[in-house]
């Protein structure tokens, strides 16, 4: 079992710029997070899933997409790029029957 | 949204008990409190969950009073590779809506 990948693990981008990160996960998990982290911060909740088809909205929407076309698989998607917007991007799972969740080794956005 | 509460840091030294306390004034109903480690540049990593009263793993405790509006995780016998910072994650009611919420993290240094 490889757990919770991400792809990219860096990537930088210039303001204005699109891009999307891919999290997968093997475990047959229901529920799927993205976070953020900024430097000496704790987590928030910018989008999650409860299933295949499902999005809904965390703590920090704005100016993130998401889909969950496939169960393994869950995407966030950053239309036009923000120097806010650098962070550390964590991707969690979670099967239904507990609250443990499964986090990734996280992505490292930088926007300038 | 009310925030989850902890303390910034705390000190310990080798072989003493460690505990860390997490408010959380508005947690949802039926929502579970976990406990998450994590290490630089690492993916936060769960240690233990519950509902109520006392739960015990290999690694912690937990303790969670009836109002269940605060939570404890005991750490026995720290050594130096417990060092990191430890988050509680609980779901917030605000109104209707209820919102995934990591708390502020608390710094732990373990000390030889």
């Known amino acids: 079992n490889a757990g919770v990948t991400q792809t990219p693990k860096f990537r930088v981008l210039k303001t204005g710029q699109s891009m999307t990160l891919l999290c997968a996960q093997d475990?047959?998990?229901?529920?799927m997070y993205w976070y953020r982290q900024d430097p000496g911060m704790g987590l928030r909740l910018i989008h999650y899933?409860?299933?295949?088809?499902?999005?809904a909205k965390g703590e920090v929407p704005d100016g993130y997409n998401v889909s969950r076309l496939k169960k393994q698989n869950f995407l966030l998607g950053l239309e036009s790029a923000a120097p806010s917007q650098t962070s550390v991007y964590f991707c969690?799972?979670?099967?239904?029957?507990?609250?443990?969740?499964?986090f990734g080794p996280g992505t490292r956005l930088t926007v300038t | 949204l009310a925030k989850t509460t902890q303390p910034i840091s705390m000190d310990s030294y080798e072989g003493q008990e460690v505990n860390i306390t997490c408010s959380h004034n508005?947690?949802?109903?039926?929502?579970?409190i976990t406990w998450y480690q994590q290490f630089p540049s690492q993916g936060p990593r769960f240690i233990i969950q519950?509902?109520?009263t006392k739960v015990t793993n290999e690694v912690a405790s937990l303790f969670i009073p009836a109002d269940r509006k605060s939570s404890t995780l005991s750490l026995p016998r720290v050594s130096l590779s417990d060092t990191a910072v430890y988050y509680c994650?609980?779901?917030?009611?605000?109104?209707?809506?209820?919102?995934?919420?990591f708390g502020s993290g608390t710094q732990l240094t373990v000390l030889p």
């Open positions: 994650l609980v779901g917030i009611s605000s109104g209707s809506a209820r919102q995934l919420t």
């Open positions: 475990m047959n998990h229901e529920y």
């Open positions: 969690a799972s979670r099967p239904t029957a507990s609250y443990e969740q499964y």
């Open positions: 508005n947690i949802a109903t039926n929502d579970y």
């Open positions: 519950g509902y109520k």
């Open positions: 899933s409860v299933g295949e088809g499902t999005t």
